[in-house]
């Protein structure tokens, strides 16, 4: 855990608990390694520890709407087709990761490997990724805003989010470069997972294209990444 560089500036009472989540993870849900996947205790841990790190100030009451992790060994494709919003069927294609309102999370054991060693064009971290979408879901739908503390009023969030995901749907739409994964303009839904990955992953490029965004997440993560990784840096 501790060469991990999405884990620096962390203070040395956040991390012990960050290691009692992980911990806690691992024994509160299933762990269901398929197709040949093997992990040993330390990538395990490495695994819990990056799902626990979005509910670090959260508590693990947060994720207690789920219970299983599946980890495949590479690129999954759901067996099933999708249906467009004109009843065109598609085949499904293959991904890094999945969540469902009520679990499972699917995960890509390359993938997450790959994210840890910054091999991306885009901050990319999908075990943070899908583990937003479940705290999003966790009312019962991904629609892009989870159940919000009481401080946080719904109305600045559905501002700052409608109005940051419109700017990068137009980025997109002109090919200007975008500051997070365009991936995000799917939907918002995607459009917070992505902004999520990026706020623990690469804080600034979130702080510099969508700051009202960035505040919002830190208010709601009660976490500023962006502060933390700045003392990380500085400390090494
Ligand atoms: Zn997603």
């Known amino acids: 855990m501790g060469r991990v560089a999405l884990f620096a ?96 999370v699917i995960v890509s054991w390359r993938d997450v490997e790959r994210d840890l060693a910054g091999d991306w064009d885009y901050p990319m971290n999908v075990v943070i990724h899908e583990m937003c979408h479940q705290l999003d879901g966790r009312h019962g739908g991904f629609d892009g805003m989870p159940v919000l503390p009481s401080g946080l009023d719904p109305r600045d969030w559905i501002r700052e989010f409608t109005a940051a995901f419109t700017a990068l749907r137009q980025a997109v739409k002109h090919r200007h470069e975008s500051f997070i994964d365009p991936y995000a303009g799917e939907s918002p839904a995607e459009f917070f997972a992505v902004a999520c990955e990026s706020f623990f992953v690469a804080p600034e490029c979130l702080a510099e294209g969508y700051p009202g965004v960035y505040a919002l997440l830190t208010l709601y993560f009660r976490q500023d990444p962006l502060a933390r990784l700045g003392r990380g840096s500085s400390k090494s």
């Open 9 to 104: 500036g962390l203070t040395d009472a956040e991390c012990l608990r960050l290691r009692q989540f992980a911990e806690l993870f691992l024994h509160e849900k299933n762990l269901d390694l398929v197709g040949g996947v093997r992990l040993d205790e330390e990538q395990r841990l490495l695994l819990a520890a990056l799902a626990c790190l979005p509910i670090l100030s959260l508590g693990m009451d947060a994720y207690d709407h789920w219970e299983t992790l599946i980890v495949y060994p590479g690129k999954f494709t759901p067996g099933r087709s999708e249906v467009d919003e004109a009843g065109v069927v598609h085949p499904s294609q293959s991904r890094v990761g999945e969540a469902w309102p009520n679990g499972p």
